[in-house]
């Protein structure tokens, strides 16, 4: 019984001594802790390079706004990556079809804040 209760304890700790073991490359893993092969490159823009100047993030949620309302849009494409710094817009994720990627790019483009558009979605049909 004694040593039950110490490699119990033992089994258990390298059990969940792995916690890297779900960070995934390529998107497939659980939505926590997946990392975006781009996103590991440290010229990228990612998430937390998102300005916290109120126009950016003005244009932020201006951008969310009309990919939300867009009826003619996946929900995988409704949650893509945007980051805003001074009217440049980074684009990143993936989506079903070119047709969504183009659409997504058209929406942005018409915000009145947007002044480029660096779209790095993928298509990935499934």
Known sequence: MRKLFFVLPLALSAACSDSNQYE???GNGPSSGTVDAREKDDRAITASDQSNA????DHLAEIRKELVDA?????AAKNVKVMTRSGQVTLRGQV????????????????????SVDNQITVNPQ
């Open 96 to 115: 079903a079809t070119e047709a969504e990627r183009t659409r997504i790019e058209q929406i942005v483009d018409a915000c009145v804040a947007t002044l």
């Open 54 to 57: 109120k126009a950016d993030l």
């Open 71 to 75: 009826s003619d849009l996946s929900t």
């Open 24 to 26: 995934s490359t390529n």
